[in-house]
Each structure stands twice: as structure tokens, then as C-alpha cells.
């Protein structure tokens, strides 16, 4: 089994990749909560959305969020009515919110809801929410604490960034699927997809218990930059980097992550950091890592799930 | 100021009429929100829609629900993802049921959003729900006691009807500006729109305060039959009559409001019945009842208007 930690976008490409590789049962994709938000009465959780249609091709490839052959009537009409109109609801897009949020109102967690609709929507791996419990990404920035959407769609990540919080992460523990398959000892490695290490892998790594896991693990972990060459493929990545003064590059994320990280890939662009990287004392594979297609997604994939081989070997 | 006393379609369109050649200050529709019910965790407010699409000239003419120019994305995801599809939401109209929803949980009373939601959509004659408490028609059949909703759209109105009972009217109040209209003194007439009295009246009358206030009321109720030459002109009215063996008719329907009602208009369809409502001790005005397009609404609404004057003036 290989757990795949993963937000947005470049989880949702890695994951597709890790899905066409590797069996319903040797996957489990965990997915940031930290952007979930309530809006207009919706629960709204955009990485486990975009995840989910990625692995259900449903996705639309071209905004990285929402749906495939979207309309947007709901969107003219609130409009219309004076409504909240800064975070874009698809006419399609909204059956998940609406079903999500009656489901949670009526009692279910969000794991049962989240396997309810990926598996109506086919996929057959599974997805878990990082936690049931609430953990909101708070944005600390040179105009004040902002909610992660706020910050990311409202300001569109303009605002200086200087730090985060993970509202309501104290009391939060990992979904219970993934909490079983923390005291599975089945877990062969754990994947970091390419995605933003502070609000969407940071988020996760917040919830009790996980980081102690991964300090004592007995399994590989490996990851994928979400920065090459300096910037990032989407998303605040590099400016975060930046205004928080790390060093924007595969190599400054390789230093953030430190010792959580047995082995990177980095792309090609990056090949020049390889040296930098393993004198941290990590291991370096470098390959093409641009997941331009589902077909790239998947040969990524196969060659990081023989990474993690490689590596949990050379631990024997 | 005259008071029209509303439902769904017929209530809508005689509102129309109304608003036409009254002033904003002159009319005010209060609507009937027994059908008013919980879907998909959102509050939909059928009979107030109606009259407000109506008002705004936003509604479907075909269906006499929803709005014209409407899309069903969110139906065809629903479906996919095995949600509810029994009764549907446009996409457009959804913007309204979610905005009402939010706005209630937020604390908001039901007139308060739907002054706000028909200021929006450009409706200028006040609109008001016949209160912000929850009022459920619940309909009797020989299949057992059914959600209004659940007669109404699930079973489309098949199973026979025994009677009704209005869920919650014991502890309802009438909305704040029907209160304040009916200490008023001000009104000059009351107009019993052409809907359903069983489930569109009924349930107005059902609210605490407003049968007496229409005992004791110092102006002329008109009312316009909803059924013509013995059928309902739209909905179950003349089923319903004929299964509570009552005479489906516009003298059956002037019989069953009795001394609620002072003046009666009818289809010239119904002219021979006229002296049978005159022997209940009730007038009778003949005219073209059906509105087939704004234009015979508001014909309508300046004879019903007349009519109110009149019988007004008789009084003094």
C-alpha cells in the first residue's frame, strides 16, 4: 500500500498517475481539508473536488478546478440577485456541494461522504480527507490573518505572506481510514505530491499524530518538487518562498521538508541542484516531472513507485 | 391598500394583473408557504417563487414554475451522483433557493429575504409570505398522510384525498407586515386570488388571527373561482373537490368559503350558475376569468378592482 499525501492541482495529476499504476488496493490518496470553507451554506472542499474529478475524468484541465463542459447559469443568476459572486459555483459543480453539505448536515462525516461521491463518480481508489474534524488554512500576511480562500481567490494571493495557522488542527485527528492504515504496518511508502508544502501539505502534516507517524515510519518517503526551475507550475509556491525568505527552488523545498523526505525527484530543469540536494543527505532521482498529459502522469508515477522500492530495499 | 390573498400559478398571474394597475403603495400579495419545504438541506419556497418569477417577469409560462430560459446542469450531475431528482431545480433558480437558505440560517426571517430576494429581481409591490413560521400542508389520502410536496410532485397528486392539515399553523403568527396591515385600517379590500382553496388558501387562513380579522373586516372580500365550467384550470382543486364530495364547481367553491367571500367574479363559462351563488346571499360578477396573457390579467384585476370599489361603497 503507498499513501499518497496530496492538495490540489499537482496531487490531482500525481494521483491520476499513482491510480493508472497501481491497484484499488496498493493506493490511498489523502487529500488537504485546510481549504474547505463554507459559502453561500455550502460546504465547499476544493482540493478533495479537484482530486476527485481528476481521478474520475471529469476534471476541467484548463482552470485546474471544477468540472469539465461547466455552465455557469447558477453564477449569472446570483449575480442577478446581489449574491457572492468572488468564488465561482459550476451549475454541475454545485450538485457535489449541495449533496456534500446535506450529507454533513444530516450527520455523516466527511469521509463517508467523500467515498459516497467518488465512488458514484467511478473512481476506485481510495480518497481520504486529511481529517473529518475542521483545520482552516489561515493566512497570515502584511494585511492581517486572512482564510485561506480569501487570501487565495478574493485576494488572488496578492497580500505579503508571512506565516500560517491551522485553525482547529489541535483538536483534529486523521480520518479514520487513514488512521487505520497508520497502525496498519502495511504502508510500503508514503508519496508527497508536487504540491504547495505550506497550504496543502503543511495542513496535513498538522494533524495530530501524522508527523510523529511519519518520524518513526519504517517505510520510505519520497517527493516530488513542486518547484522547477524556481517557479512554481502552479499555484503561490515560489512566491510564498520568497516572501517568507526561503530559497524558491527544489532545493529550498528539499531544506524545508529536512529529514521528512528520504528521497526527491526533481525535473531535469533542476538537474544542477542534484548535488545540493544529496549533500542534505537525501536521495535524488531526476526524470521529467512536468505532468503534462495523463500519459506523463503515469509514467512519473511507475517511476516513483520504483523509487519507493528501491529505497524501502536499500532499508533492509 | 387591497390584500390578495395568493398561491402558485393562479395567485401568480391575477397578482400580475394587480400590480398592473395598482400602485406599489396600493397592493400588497401575501402568499401562501404551506407548500414552503426542505430539499437537499434547502428551503424552497414554491408558491413565493411563483408570484415573485411572475411579478418580475422571470417565470416559465409552460411549466407555471421555475424560471423562463432555464438550464438543468445541476439535475443531470445530481442524477449522476444518485441524488434526489424527484423535484427540480433549475440551475438559474437555484441562486434563489440557496441565497433564502443561507440568509435563514444566518438568522434572517423568511420575509425579510423574500423583500430582499423580489427587490433584487425588481418586483415593487410588497410580497410577503403569510408567515415566518413554519407551516406544512400535510394531505390526508387514502395512502396515509403525505408531506404537501410528496402528494403534490412524488405522487402528482394520485392518491385521493381525505382531507388536510396544516403542520405548525397552531404556532404560527402571520408575517410581520400582514400583522401590521391588518391593525392598520387601511385596507379597502381583500382579493382571493383564483388558487387552490385547499392547499393554497387554506393554509393562509389556517395562520392564528387571520380568519377572525376576516370576520370582523370593515371592506368587501372579491374572490375569482379557480374552477371553471366544472375543472381547475391548472392543479388537483377539481380532483380534490370531487374526492371530498363537494361540488367541483364554482358555486361548490363559492358554497365551501361561505361568508369569507362577498362578491364572487366568474367565467362567463359559469354564467348559469350565477344565480345560485346570488340564492348563498353572495354577489356575482361575470367576466373572462382566464388570463392568458398579462394583458387579460390585468383586464381582470381592473374589474376586480372596480368590483372591490363597488361593493365597497355599498357598505357605506
Redesign the interface.
Given at each position: 500500500m503507498i499513501v499518497a499525501l496530496a492538495g490540489g492541482v499537482g496531487g490531482a495529476r500525481l494521483a491520476v498517475g499513482l491510480a493508472a499504476v497501481l491497484r484499488p488496493a496498493q493506493l490511498s490518496v489523502v487529500v488537504n481539508t485546510g481549504d474547505d470553507f463554507e459559502h453561500?451554506?455550502?460546504h465547499v472542499s476544493p482540493d478533495l473536488d479537484t482530486v476527485m474529478y481528476t481521478l474520475a475524468g471529469v476534471n476541467n484541465p484548463e482552470t485546474g478546478w471544477g468540472?469539465r463542459d461547466?455552465?455557469w447559469?447558477?453564477?449569472?443568476?446570483?449575480k442577478?440577485?446581489?449574491?457572492s459572486d468572488w468564488f465561482n459555483l459550476?451549475?454541475?459543480?454545485?450538485?457535489?456541494h449541495?449533496?456534500r453539505?446535506?450529507a454533513l448536515?444530516a450527520g455523516s462525516t466527511l469521509s463517508e461522504v467523500t467515498a459516497?461521491?467518488a465512488r458514484?463518480?467511478g473512481v476506485r481508489h481510495a480518497l481520504l480527507p486529511m481529517s473529518d474534524a475542521p483545520v482552516r488554512t489561515r493566512v497570515i500576511t502584511a494585511k492581517g490573518e486572512l482564510a485561506f480562500q480569501d487570501y487565495f481567490v478574493r485576494e488572488r494571493c496578492r497580500p505579503r505572506v508571512q506565516g500560517f495557522r491551522f485553525a482547529g488542527s489541535r483538536a483534529a485527528r486523521p480520518a479514520p481510514a487513514l488512521q487505520a492504515l497508520m497502525q496498519s504496518g502495511r504502508i510500503s511508502g508514503l508519496v508527497l505530491c508536487p504540491s504547495n508544502p505550506f497550504v496543502s501539505v503543511a495542513p496535513i502534516l498538522a494533524v495530530p499524530g501524522i508527523r510523529a507517524w511519519l518520524r518513526r515510519r519504517d517505510f520510505p518517503v519520497v517527493a516530488v518538487s513542486p518547484i522547477v526551475g524556481g517557479a512554481a507550475l502552479k499555484g503561490p509556491a515560489a512566491k510564498m518562498m520568497r516572501e517568507l525568505k526561503l530559497d524558491a527552488s527544489a532545493a529550498g523545498i528539499a531544506r524545508h521538508y529536512g529529514g521528512l523526505v528520504d528521497g526527491w525527484v526533481i525535473d531535469h530543469a533542476d538537474a544542477k541542484l542534484q548535488t545540493t540536494i544529496e549533500k542534505m543527505g537525501r536521495g535524488v532521482l531526476v526524470t521529467d516531472t512536468i505532468m503534462r498529459s495523463p500519459a506523463y502522469s503515469a509514467r512519473l508515477a511507475a517511476t516513483l513507485v520504483a523509487y519507493v522500492r528501491r529505497l524501502a530495499a536499500e532499508r533492509r
Open positions: 453561500l451554506g455550502l468540472r461547466e455552465s447559469q447558477f453564477m449569472t443568476a446570483l442577478e440577485l446581489g449574491g459550476g451549475d454541475r459543480d454545485l450538485a457535489v449541495v449533496l453539505t446535506e448536515r459516497m461521491l458514484r463518480l
